[in-house]
């Protein structure tokens, strides 16, 4: 995940550099480096304060706001934020010797600079929203068109689903409802992004999650996924009541496979998932509700990855599933204790012998 984010600012701070570089010449015909340092100090703290970095509750509240309000007190905010980072950079510029403006021309700012600086970063900001939107994967394919033809690949699905909607709903009525499925998806995204999953679909109160193969078992990350979306509800439990009236308590199901993936769609494009592995997940999914086990996952995904030590998994025989000829071997999964997990060490308990 790490490596992800240092690439894609990396990314981010050559494409705000090279077009600063840009301007330079095609502007003023020389210069290129100044170009580039002024366009740094500029663009990076807008695009700063729209993923969130600085200014996270101003970002919030401004975002809240109706409109109108939104839209006037935002190029506001891009105006200051330009002129802060164009004295900073001028001053700096200017202390080093690199330039050697009048003092007063590093506090006036060009109102040329102000309409580049509305271009390049609210380019780089839609393509980040857009990428955001769709997810990070998702955005890269369609971008590069990997799956204009139909590929065959091998996938990990995670089906995650709400317990109890439909009585909440009738308690609460459907706005409310969705102000609570609102919130729960928010609570999913940091986890996925953690795990470096990628929310394939929401459909009703259920969020289908999925990952490559390899990356989703190594670390057994689709796992830890799935552990750490609970764990993180479960200690904010005192605020989901306070808003809500009630935690939210989830079933959750993991499989892998092969499968068909292709780029479908005419006006609305999207990647789609085609094969058994997904229906497979759908239905290990309605299990939890009979074997009232909350998190299940298949006995071949299973065995194709390593528990964390924290993890103990239980062996629950095979069970036949609606749509599919043959049983699948299904398996509970649990966490433990930190005292017993030293012991366990990852070990699958249950489990028939050879």
């Given at each position: 995940m790490?490596r992800?984010v240092?690439i894609?600012?990396t990314l ?7 077009s ?11 210069r290129?480096l100044i170009?580039a ?10 695009i700063a304060?729209?993923?969130r970095?600085v200014?996270?509750r ?5 975002h809240?706001?109706?409109?109108p309000a939104f839209?006037?007190l935002?190029i506001v905010?891009?105006?200051f934020?330009?002129?802060a980072?164009?004295?900073?950079g001028?001053?700096?510029l ?8 009048p ?6 700012l060009?109102w ?6 509305f271009?390049?970063?609210?380019t780089?900001?839609?393509m980040?929203?857009?990428?955001e939107?769709?997810g ?8 590069l068109?990997r799956?204009?033809k ?10 995650i ?5 439909t009585s909440?709903a009738?308690?609460h ?6 102000q609570f499925?609102?919130a729960?998806?928010t609570?999913?995204?940091?986890p996925?992004?953690r795990y ?8 009703g109160?259920?969020?289908i ?9 190594k670390?057994?990350?689709?796992v830890?996924?799935v552990f750490?979306i609970?764990e993180?509800i ?5 605020k989901?009541i306070?808003k809500?009236?009630?935690m939210?308590r ?13 780029e ?8 789609a998932?085609?094969g058994d ?9 309605s299990l939890?509700?009979s074997?009232e086990?909350?998190v299940l996952?298949?006995e071949?995904?299973a065995?194709?990855l ?5 993890i103990?998994?239980?062996y629950l025989?095979?069970h036949a599933v609606?749509?599919r ?7 509970s999964?649990?966490?433990v204790?930190?005292?017993a997990a030293?012991l366990l060490q990852?070990?699958?308990v249950?489990q028939p012998?050879?």
């Amino acid at each position: 995940m790490k490596r992800d984010v240092i690439i894609s600012w990396t990314l981010v701070v050559a494409a705000v550099a090279l077009s600063g570089v840009a301007y330079s010449m095609l502007v003023y015909g020389n210069r290129p480096l100044i170009g580039a340092i002024f366009s740094l100090f500029i663009g990076m703290p807008l695009i700063a304060f729209e993923r969130r970095l600085v200014l996270p509750r101003f970002h919030a509240w401004l975002h809240g706001l109706s409109t109108p309000a939104f839209l006037l007190l935002s190029i506001v905010t891009y105006y200051f934020l330009v002129l802060a980072g164009y004295i900073s950079g001028g001053t700096l510029l200017n202390l080093v010797g690199a330039i050697s403006a009048p003092w007063k021309e590093v506090f006036i700012l060009p109102w040329n600079v102000v309409i580049y600086s509305f271009v390049v970063t609210g380019t780089i900001t839609f393509m980040l929203r857009v990428r955001e939107l769709l997810g990070r994967d998702i955005f890269t394919n369609l971008l590069l068109g990997r799956y204009r033809k139909p590929v065959q690949e091998e996938r990990v699905f995670l089906f995650i689903d709400l317990v109890g909607s439909t009585s909440f709903a009738e308690k609460h009525g459907d706005l409310r409802t969705q102000q609570f499925l609102a919130a729960l998806f928010t609570a999913l995204a940091e986890p996925v992004r953690r795990y470096r999953g990628a929310i394939d679909d929401y459909i009703g109160d259920a969020v289908i999650i999925t990952w490559p193969l390899e990356r989703g078992i190594k670390h057994a990350r689709c796992v830890n996924c799935v552990f750490e979306i609970i764990e993180q509800i479960e200690g904010n439990s005192g605020k989901w009541i306070a808003k809500f009236g009630q935690m939210p308590r989830l079933r959750a199901a993991l499989h892998g496979g092969e499968i068909i993936t292709a780029e479908i769609g005419v006006d609305h494009h999207k990647i789609a998932y085609f094969g058994d592995t997904v229906n497979t997940t759908a239905r290990l999914e309605s299990l939890c509700r009979s074997l009232e086990r909350p998190v299940l996952i298949s006995e071949e995904l299973a065995q194709r990855l390593t528990l964390p030590p924290t993890i103990n998994a239980d062996y629950l025989g095979e069970h036949a599933v609606r749509g599919r000829g043959q049983k699948i071997g299904v398996m509970s999964l649990t966490r433990v204790r930190e005292s017993a997990a030293n012991l366990l060490q990852a070990r699958i308990v249950g489990q028939p012998a050879e």
